[in-house]
């Protein structure tokens, strides 16, 4: 924008031009319409399951899964068992911030029996609070158990 401005003196009276030059303005469209809002993400700990396979488990091993970084709900456990001469095995999954305590079953003590579908655990004492480690705890094994293989969900 330019702006020139003259001023005279004519007869006692002050007299002011002022001439306005207006250079590239640019005038906005319509609004165009909104698109759809799109979908929400997961929140918390949710995703894919978490899985843990032992090869040769033995009674007494332990093995740690995850740390929760939020309170977490186990919302299902299923294990499998590959082995001959009827392989079962009995565990629990345990939580606890100290990983050398006994912890809190998150699990009732389920034997996993199943070679094709899975057996499906009982949860309990949920949420898991935060900062807290989860572990699968091997309490039984019977037959020849070549492995056993537990998938849990957040």
Known sequence: MTVISIITLTSNV?????????VNVV????????????????????GPPKSIT???PQVGDEF???NTQTSTTLTSVIGVVRGSFTPTVTLELRYAADRSTA????TASTTVTSTTTGTTFTV???PIPVNQFL??????????VQEVSISVKV
């Open 14 to 22: 002050l007299v002011r031009t002022t001439q306005t030059e207006v």
């Open 27 to 46: 005038t906005p469209g319509p609004q165009g319409p909104t698109g759809p809002t799109g979908p929400t993400g997961a929140t918390g700990a949710s």
């Open 54 to 56: 032992i090869a040769i």
């Open 64 to 66: 740690t899964l995850f």
């Open 103 to 106: 912890g809190t079953l998150a």
């Open 124 to 126: 309990q004492n949920m």
């Open 135 to 144: 572990w699968v705890k091997i309490t039984g094994v019977t037959g020849s």
